[in-house]
């Protein structure tokens, strides 16, 4: 019987053999049944070629989106970018001087100095003050010390100096009575040598000794009379000197009671101006200060307070030694209160320090030594008048240091430096392009362009990332 092959064993079959004539053709290639795919496989396949066309899908969107962002012609991320427009302004360039309101003109109330020994040293009380914050004007009473004490001790004085005085007229009486003793002396010493010279007038009739007894009667009456003559006119001296001496005793005496009645007035002191009442601090011990009130006691010639006159108000501020060189005396300035911030005032510069000095704030180097950031004081008067304006608010001037009219300004936030350039991105259509520039005068925020914008060009406020 010959042999066939079945369909499936050829479709099967790797190598044909052709049978032999002699030879019996081998059997077929006997094929097992393939065995079934796991359940699994095909969905695994599935999920896999899932994932597949997820990650290409991401890939893709990321792509297109990149191209989106960096593209010139982007839109939707190109408009997140924030812009400013270059405009033609007054463009100011300005110094900031930051400091304290103060008066230009005030008067210091000091507690009354009193001359002497012990009252010179005296600690003063305070009786009465005027309110602090009140305006008054001149003449009016702002403190008054206590002064019982005073007149006491006036009193004492007015006592001692009626003593003098009475000491002096009954000296004066015993020097009367001492100067006529010794003007009755002068005349005996006379009378005695007019009667020697008489007796002399009989020396003719006398004997030789006795004629000579005569001649040194007259001679000795004539030195005892200037002797007595000398001494009343020294005792004529010393009567007066005592005199004067008594009485410039009763002079100083007066002089005492003078001075402290002047004290007693300056125990109630008077404002010399009108203005406002401003109380200062003092000292109360453990680190701790407070304003001046009634019933404190107060060292001679401690500053306690002071009337400001507020039509002359200043701002007391410093500025950076690098920054003093561009300030001159008269530049025009802008004053603003920390207090108020919408109250802008007009002021100029009145004064300017001849030396530095040391910054409040400063740092230590690790050896020790301290290095301060040197300031120079500036004072900026205040050209307008506001109720607001008090002194000891916290404050600064804006001195004008030039100014550009009708110039195209920009934010210096725009600007960028590319290879010692400036450059900035002016957006033309949906994205940006790079432009150079010529900067002129600045500010901390904006800055004047001479070249490369016009007015109405937009530029970007922030870096615009490149394709």
Known sequence: MESTNLPWQRSFSVSPTVPHENQPEPPGPQLEPAAPPPSSSRPGRLLSGVILVVLGAIGLGVWSQREQIFSAGSGAEVQTIPTAKAEVKSFRQSLRASGTIAAKR????????????????????????????ETIQAGTVVAE????????????????LAQSKSTVEKRRAEIMIATETEQQSVRVAQADLDKAKLDLRTAEVRSEIEAEKLKLAVEEAEATLAQITQEVKLQKEVHAADIRGLELEVEKHRLHVERHMRDLERLKM?????GLVVMESLYRGGGQTEQVQVGDQVNPGTFFMRVVDLSAMVVSGVVNQVDSQLVRMGQKAEVRLDAYPELVLPGKVTSISAMASSSSTGFRWRSGRDNYVKMVSVEVSIDAEDERVIPDLSGSADILLAQHEDAVVIPRAAIQEQQDRSIVMVRQGEGFITREIEIGMTSPTEA???????????????????A
């Open 448 to 466: 004047v362009i001479l070249a490369g914008l016009n007015p109405g060009d937009e530029v970007a406020l922030a870096s615009v990332p490149q």
């Open 145 to 160: 010390f206590e002064n019982r004490w005073l007149g006491d001790h006036i009193d004492d004085v007015r006592s001692t």
């Open 106 to 133: 005030f008067a210091a109330i000091r507690a009354p100095r009193m001359r002497g020994g012990s009252e010179g040293r005296r600690q003063q009380t305070l009786m009465q003050l005027a309110p602090a914050g």
């Open 270 to 274: 008077a404002s010399p101006v009108d």
